[in-house]
């Protein structure tokens, strides 16, 4: 069943709220101009912040990027004049084709679980969205993921929310700020979902990003998918409250050890099969000794099969991803989740 979480809405005054419906209504009519009553406010900035959550909650509002306004002095109500990337008819004619390809999208999916809802969008974006590193306007909006298979994080992040809203699964847009003190380079957006009345991060973008980065192979990843804060804010700004790690994806696959001759029984699977593996280490902090011991013992693993070990290593999220070969040198690469640095 089709649902909109209105959070942001939800957050606001009164004042705020009312407003938020007036442009609601005015934008989705497609209005050249509408009125605003009872404004407490001629404050750009207090308005920016009304319309800016609004298309939080509503990112299928993929036409409207900005707005003037008008008031009259003495007067509580003013007009508001949107922006539109596009004209009316190419508007109505791209809500059209957005609207037929969600339908097709989740329709496969519409009787699973809210988890297994929740993988098929994260998975849809992963294997069919690429970086758009030109940052083409739309590309920060649906019509960029599910219009052209690009997008940004802002887009991404938006796509997944349309999606969730579509599969009747509980899921907001986060937004962050940049830190250069922990690493963090650019604002980020992901989203955050709820799943067996639990509050999960999710983001689709960083897992992207690190699926196309491993010895050149493509690969689905899951890194950063229903993390708690303490996982999500080693590499992220802190934001909203979610303090479950249960589902987080690794665990609920059985792929996240506690124990070193788990890491070592698992490696020489994967060596002896000639498969890749990815695991998450949570047997306390991943330190530069545990990592040491870690690393020795998958290069012992590889050794005993005559092969030799190539390590992709997450480390604010403590992820090791390795296969193993039979020529080369063993050699360990940082992975950094970042959609800056995409190609």
């Not at 986060?174 to 955050?192: F, M």
Request: net charge neutral; glycine share 8%.
């Amino acid at each position: 069943m089709k649902q909109t979480e209105e959070y942001y809405y939800g957050k606001m005054s009164k004042d705020k709220q009312n407003v938020y419906r007036a442009m609601l209504h005015g934008l989705m009519e497609l209005s050249d101009e509408f009125l605003i009553p009872q404004v407490p406010t001629t404050d750009g900035n207090w308005l920016y912040d009304v319309f800016f959550q609004l298309r939080l909650d509503h990112p299928e509002i993929f036409w409207a990027v900005g707005f003037k306004y008008r008031y009259y002095k003495d007067s509580p109500n003013l007009i508001l004049i949107p922006e539109y990337i596009f004209d009316k008819n190419k508007i109505r004619e791209h809500q059209k084709a957005l609207g037929a390809r969600v339908d097709k999208l989740v329709r496969t999916a519409m009787k699973f679980s809210e988890w297994d809802k929740e993988k098929y969008v994260h998975d849809f974006i992963c294997e069919n969205i690429r970086y758009d590193k030109l940052k083409k306007p739309y590309s920060h909006e649906i019509i960029g993921p599910l219009g052209h298979g690009v997008g940004v994080c802002e887009g991404i992040a938006k796509s997944v929310k349309v999606l969730c809203d579509a599969l009747g699964v509980w899921c907001i847009i986060a937004i962050c700020g940049n830190n250069p003190e922990k690493g963090i380079k650019y604002r980020h957006t992901w989203n955050i979902v709820k799943i067996g009345g639990t509050y999960y991060h999710l983001d689709a973008t960083f897992d992207n990003t690190l699926g196309k980065h491993s010895f050149g192979a493509k690969e689905i990843r899951y890194d950063y998918f229903n993390l708690d804060d303490k996982n999500i804010f080693r590499d992220h700004e802190p934001l909203i409250a979610c303090t479950d790690g249960d589902h987080f994806y690794y665990k609920e696959k059985k792929m996240s050890f506690t124990k070193t001759e788990d890491v070592y029984k698992r490696s020489l699977q994967a060596a002896k099969k000639g498969k890749m593996l990815t695991f998450h280490w949570r047997g306390g902090y991943l330190t530069k000794a545990v990592l040491d011991e870690l690393l020795d013992l998958i290069k012992k693993a590889g050794a005993e099969k005559g092969k030799v070990a190539r390590i992709a290593l997450n480390w604010p999220q403590a992820v090791l991803r390795l296969e193993y070969v039979e020529d080369g040198q063993e050699n360990v690469t940082m992975e950094e989740a970042n959609e800056g640095e995409q190609e």
